[in-house]
């Protein structure tokens, strides 16, 4: 009878303590010590390397603040940008943050904070150019980066990618500015946060055209089940909204507060 009993308890122990741990669904932010934050390390001014080989940037000093105030050390992983659904999945890293646009598609397998900045899929020709419209790209050759948002802009306006020639797909934006600038391509489509900031940081024969591809949000990215990482994360940014600490940041970067509140 005592085994019996004994054998009871030990059951009901275990039952207690398997009942009481926390489900992948549900698991708490505490329980990171670290966040690995997967990014392009070619995606100024978001998250770049400087001359010195640091990766910096707007996404990283804003990462870096919200990591303080959640006491939890951000790790920051460059990756191939391509794959940066499959890092994720994989557990590779934790978060994505690097100027991530806000999709329908996106949404179905990761989960986004709010939207903090605002952005446009905007066209970039050569100053001469006859490029002058999204009309214009008809019959010509255009850059953008390989499964980015610029991507789903394109292909979204059937009538303009059915009349481009060739689109060619670059691993980062930088490639295709290069390209632009020796004539590979006559045009490229790109994230206006990261070309106004190209043309303000080099000597440049571009043009922004008044035409351009759409408005779109970035937010942070994670897996889908990581509910509460997200909501401390969220208050930790809404709080820095709140006392302009991410104003500041943005003054650092843009000149201007540009962060959505």
Known sequence: MKKILLVNLVFLFIFL??????????ASSSEYKKLVVGLDENFPPMGFRDKDGNVVGFDIDLAKE???????????QPIDWDSKELELQSKKVDLLWNGVTITPEREKVM????????????ILAIKDSSINSKADLAGKTIGLQKNSSAVDAVNKDEETSKAIKEIVQYSDNILAFK?????RVEAVVVDEIAA????????????????????????VAMRPDDTALKDTLQ?????????????????????????VK
């Open 66 to 76: 919200v990591g303080k105030r959640m006491g939890i050390e951000m790790v920051f």
């Open 196 to 219: 106004r900031y190209y043309l303000e940081q080099n000597e440049t024969n571009f043009r922004i055209l008044d035409d351009d591809f759409g408005s779109e949000v970035y937010g």
């Open 179 to 183: 390209d632009l600038e020796i004539g």
């Open 17 to 26: 303590l398997v009942g009481c741990a926390p489900t992948d669904s549900a």
């Open 235 to 259: 208050k930790a940014l809404d709080d820095m909204n709140s006392d302009g600490t991410s104003a500041k940041i943005s003054q650092t970067w843009f000149g201007e507060d540009i962060i």
């Open 111 to 122: 989960l986004f904070t709010k939207p903090y900045l605002n952005n446009k899929q905007i």
